[in-house]
């Protein structure tokens, strides 16, 4: 079993930035993958950004440029830079692990952008 819990989220305005943090209870070095993903009232989960075991990076085009993933191996602990803040981000960040074909998920953070 692996737990994630996110951090960092809030009310901002357009045009600020945020950085949320996911905090894993097993190595996050370990995992396939890590990624963030988020959801709008109303809308379906969408996958935001994800990197991989080898540090490959991939993002959503919506975010593209604005957010960066990273992660520290030492700390256990993914993060998504998020700049250039949109109204249209606001949505309920949640975090994910895929470990050995196990998915895994956090609580999941607010992110709230106003105009």
């Known amino acids: 079993q692996v737990q994630l819990v996110e951090s960092g989220g809030g009310l901002v305005q357009a045009g600020e930035s945020l950085r949320l943090s996911c905090a894993a209870s097993?190595?996050?070095?370990?995992?396939?993958?890590m990624g963030w993903y988020r959801q709008a009232p109303g809308q379906e989960r969408e996958f935001v950004a994800g990197i991989v075991r080898g540090a490959t990076t991939k993002y959503a085009d919506s975010v593209k440029g604005r957010f960066t993933i990273s992660r520290d191996n030492a700390k256990n602990i993914v993060y998504l830079q998020m700049n250039s803040l949109k109204p249209e981000d606001t949505a309920v960040y949640y975090c994910?692990?895929?470990?050995?074909?196990?998915?895994?998920w956090g609580q999941g953070t607010q992110v709230t952008v106003s105009s």
């Open positions: 097993r190595s996050i070095f370990s995992a396939d993958v």
């Open positions: 994910k692990g895929i470990y050995r074909s196990h998915d895994y």
